[in-house]
T-cell receptor
């Protein structure tokens, strides 16, 4: 079993839809959880950062962490064509400066006008 | 834009050659991590440097080596290139010891796309 599992999609939704992306993990020592957005042939861009459990909201984006289920989610409200990208979950035992991040494979999202 | 820069953007090498990739950290960051991202995969951790010393290494052979300089910029060197080394190489910077108000996570550069023929 991989440490981090993420459905690669592709996922196609109409503009304005609510998008739900998720990852599961096996390492109970993970404390730091991130979502990155990666456009084609570009580097990953940090979207959301959460330490331990709980919810975090930033504009149209909401990140949820459920450590008891080892499950994290990213919700995108009122999705736009510009949201079309690959979304990567990442997590680590220490913070970003304390060691490596483990990434999922990424989910490719397409938002149709 | 994160402020992390990488050079070159693209590179083509042949099997057996050596390559050096470069990274400049975001201003104020003191830690650099390198990742390899194969097509259709998530990034995989190669190693991390803090204060010019290696501070953690992933499952990569010794022919992958690195350096961090006093200005926190960094190099990734790969010797004896193999076809499977073809990938996007990502550099990420972060701040260790930034205090309670800092976000302890990594900010990525645009990557260097390496093709090995």
């Amino acid at each position: 079993q991989k440490e981090v599992e993420q459905d690669p999609g592709p996922l196609s939704v109409p503009e304005g839809a609510i998008v739900s992306l998720n990852c599961t993990y096996s390492n109970s020592a993970f404390q730091y959880f991130m979502w990155y957005r990666q456009y084609s042939r570009k580097g990953p861009e940090l979207l959301m950062y959460t330490y331990s459990s709980g919810n975090k909201e930033d504009g149209r984006f909401t990140a949820q962490v459920d450590k008891s289920s080892k499950y994290i989610s990213l919700f995108i409200r009122d999705s736009q064509p510009s949201d079309s990208a690959t979304y990567l979950c990442a997590m680590g035992e220490g913070g970003g400066s304390q060691g490596n991040l483990i990434f999922g494979k990424g989910t490719k999202l397409s938002v149709k006008p | 834009e994160t402020g992390v820069t990488q050079s070159p953007t693209h590179l083509i090498k042949t099997r057996g050659q050596q390559v050096t990739l470069r990274c400049s950290s975001q201003s104020g960051h003191n830690t650099v991590s390198w990742y390899q991202q194969a097509l259709g995969q998530g990034p995989q951790f190669i190693f991390q440097y803090y204060r010019e010393e290696e501070n953690g290494r992933g499952n990569f052979p010794p022919r992958f080596s690195g350096l961090q300089f006093p200005n926190y910029s960094s190099e990734l060197n790969v010797n004896a290139l193999e076809l499977d080394d073809s990938a996007l190489y990502l550099c990420a910077s972060s701040l260790r010891g930034g205090g309670a108000t800092s976000t302890d996570t990594q900010y990525f550069g645009p990557g260097t796309r390496l093709t090995v023929l």
